[in-house]
Every structure is written in structure tokens, then in C-alpha cells.
């Protein structure tokens, strides 16, 4: 998948025209804050992983990607940045543990199909996981 909002030289001219615009001692402070400027965000990736995997995810493993994929950025950043506005709707205990195991297949497709197994093998597979896992 594509690890860019902007070809390079879009970015570069961009970062150009904001850096003209910015006081010299606030330069570098905003390079840094920039400096990942132009990778999609989580949620964007998410989207894009579900789009590209479609054709493989079982419905009942994923029945409402939106929501999933807003639980899971929302989750992150409460862990990443402890932010407290969003404790109560981080996932926790045995919610954080059902993400983690969805993140866990989803990741799991992906190489699959990465490694070219055909989509009915790869579903066959996730089942299987998901059966291991009622037991």
C-alpha cells in the first residue's frame, strides 16, 4: 500500500511554501512536528486494508468495519497519547482483547494474500482460527 498522502515532490513543494510562511525560530519545532506530515492517517489506512481485503473478510468477523476501524484509532491514540477525553471510549478489558484478536485475523489475511493463497484457502483458514478460538 502506498505510504504517502502526496507524491514526493508535492510534499517537498508544500513543506517549501509552509516553511517560507513560518518565523525562522519556529522552523525547526514545525519540521519536527511535520516530519511524518505526509503518511496517511491510521483511520485512512484502515479504510484502505478493508477495501483491498474485501473479498476475503468474513462478514461475521467484521460485520461493521466503521465502527471497528474508529474503535481502533480511537484506541490507539488514548494508548498512544493518554489523551483523557477519549478513556471512555477506548477500547478496555475483554473489548481491547476482541480488537486485538480482529486486528490479529485481519493482519493475518493480509499476509496471506501477500504470500498469493487464493481467497477461498484464506477464508478456510480464518474460520478455522475463529472455531480454535470459540473452543
Same mark, same amino acid.
Given at each position: 500500500?502506498? +505510504?504517502?498522502? %502526496?507524491?514526493?515532490? /508535492?510534499?517537498? !513543494?508544500?513543506?517549501?511554501?509552509? @516553511?517560507?510562511?513560518?518565523?525562522?525560530?519556529?522552523?525547526?519545532?514545525?519540521? +519536527?512536528? %511535520?516530519?511524518?506530515? +505526509?503518511?496517511?492517517?491510521?483511520? &485512512?489506512?484502515?479504510? /484502505? #486494508? @478493508?477495501?483491498?481485503?474485501?473479498?476475503?473478510?468474513? !462478514?461475521?468477523? @467484521?460485520?461493521?468495519?466503521?465502527?471497528?476501524? $474508529?474503535?481502533?484509532?480511537?484506541?490507539?491514540?488514548? *494508548?498512544?497519547?493518554?489523551?483523557?477525553?477519549?478513556?471512555?471510549?477506548?477500547?478496555? $478489558?475483554?473489548?481491547?482483547?476482541? =480488537?486485538?484478536?480482529?486486528?490479529?485475523? =485481519? *493482519? !493475518?489475511?493480509?499476509?496471506?494474500?501477500? %504470500? $498469493? @493463497?487464493?481467497?477461498?484457502?484464506? &477464508?478456510?483458514?480464518?474460520?478455522?482460527? #475463529? !472455531? &480454535?478460538? %470459540?473452543?
Amino acid at each position: 500500500m502506498k +505510504n504517502y498522502e %502526496l507524491p514526493e515532490k /508535492e510534499h517537498v !513543494k508544500r513543506l517549501e511554501e509552509i @516553511f517560507k510562511a513560518v518565523p525562522s525560530q519556529h522552523e525547526e519545532w514545525l519540521k +519536527n512536528k %511535520l516530519a511524518y506530515g +505526509n503518511e496517511p492517517p491510521l483511520r &485512512k489506512r484502515l479504510k /484502505e #486494508i @478493508f477495501e483491498e481485503m474485501r473479498v476475503v473478510i468474513p !462478514k461475521e468477523i @467484521f460485520p461493521d468495519e466503521e465502527y471497528l476501524i $474508529g474503535k481502533v484509532v480511537d484506541t490507539r491514540n488514548y *494508548l498512544t497519547h493518554y489523551d483523557k477525553k477519549l478513556k471512555k471510549i477506548a477500547a478496555q $478489558g475483554e473489548e481491547l482483547y476482541d =480488537l486485538t484478536k480482529k486486528l490479529e485475523r =485481519l *493482519l !493475518k489475511m493480509c499476509i496471506l494474500k501477500e %504470500l $498469493g @493463497f487464493a481467497h477461498d484457502k484464506i &477464508k478456510t483458514v480464518i474460520h478455522r482460527d #475463529i !472455531k &480454535k478460538d %470459540l473452543v
